[in-house]
């Protein structure tokens, strides 16, 4: 390792964003693949999205908005698109909307006074459809911060699952009134 790396994981490590103690172990990248993986819906990969209504907590003709793994954060969800379509497929009317949802989803969010701060954000690796998280960041604790956030989420207990339900009823309901669609029954 060269001393550029390992300044970057002590300077990591010394942050009270970072959820670990003790020595840090950097894997080594392995070779580029052949071709990237397909993602849920594409080629034999079955769609974990299409027809999977349970997981839909609000939905008009062309956007849902769908649960993430519970975590230690009060609220988690997907704001994805009904058909198959990426970014990069959007025309002006889908981004448009994407653009207004996110302003008043975020804004729902954020209303809860168990919410700091809401983190969107886009890793389009897992599914077909274009999916975007909104997490939002318990308030008043500092190591939840920022990119922090991330990573306690993956290893903190979870919140109570009906903690989360009752949040979300709220942000969905207020969204309804705000943008319209239809808001799934529970």
């Known amino acids: 390792m060269d001393d550029t790396t390992s300044a ?3 300077r990591m490590k010394a942050s ?7 020595d840090l172990n950097l894997k080594t990248l392995g070779p580029p693949m052949d071709a990237e993986l397909p993602r849920n819906g594409e080629g034999d990969k079955p769609c974990g999205s299409c027809g999977n209504d349970e997981r839909t907590w609000w939905s ?3 956007w849902k908005i769908t649960t993430v793994q519970r975590s230690i954060n009060p609220v988690g969800l997907f704001l994805e698109t009904v058909d198959h379509i990426d970014f990069e497929d959007f025309d002006e009317n889908y981004a448009s909307e994407f653009g207004v949802l996110t302003m008043h989803l975020e804004a729902a969010i954020r209303s809860l006074e168990s919410v ?3 983190h969107i954000h886009r890793w389009g690796d897992g599914s077909s459809h274009f ?3 909104f997490q939002g960041r318990p308030a008043k604790q500092l190591e939840l911060y920022g990119w922090g956030n991330v990573l306690w ?3 903190a207990e979870p919140l109570p699952q009906e903690v989360v339900d009752a949040n979300h009823e709220v942000i969905v309901a207020d969204l309804s009134r705000r943008y319209g669609g239809v808001v799934a029954d529970r």
């Open 131 to 133: 999916h975007v998280w």
């Open 60 to 62: 008009n003709e062309r």
């Open 8 to 10: 970057a994981i002590d």
């Open 16 to 22: 009270p964003l970072f959820p670990f103690d003790g």
């Open 153 to 155: 989420a993956q290893v």
């Open 116 to 118: 700091g701060r809401v």
